[in-house]
């Protein structure tokens, strides 16, 4: 498996445009993309940091959905929404997952 942790930081009083982000993302998703499962986490002591993290059966297989032309329009409205709630640019972490836990 492959994961990118994403991180950037929320401009002021944009905190209640997170699930409808997430939302956005998964109106957007196609079905057999690879994605596994991916999660949206703010810092309890800096609330303004935004994670995310999302895995991936492969990195290969990320890296195709990212071309996928079925998901631009749902792209497009998700990058509207990036710009007008995120401050800054992103940081990306590119991870191999050698292990996983799952109750």
């Known amino acids: ?3 990118q942790l994403i991180k950037t930081r929320l401009k002021p009083g944009k905190d209640d445009r997170l699930e409808s982000l997430h939302q956005q993302f998964r109106t957007t998703e196609q079905a057999n993309s690879g994605l596994v499962w991916s999660a949206t986490m703010r810092d309890q002591k800096d609330p303004s940091a935004v994670y995310m993290l ?4 492969s990195e290969e297989q990320a890296r195709a959905r990212e071309q996928d032309p079925r998901r631009e329009k749902g792209l ?4 509207a929404m990036m710009a007008e709630m995120f401050d800054g ?9 050698v292990d996983e836990m799952r109750p």
């Open 76 to 79: 497009a409205e998700a990058r």
């Open 1 to 3: 498996m492959w994961a």
């Open 89 to 97: 640019s992103f940081e990306f972490v590119d991870l191999e997952v």
């Open 54 to 57: 999302v895995v991936f059966e």
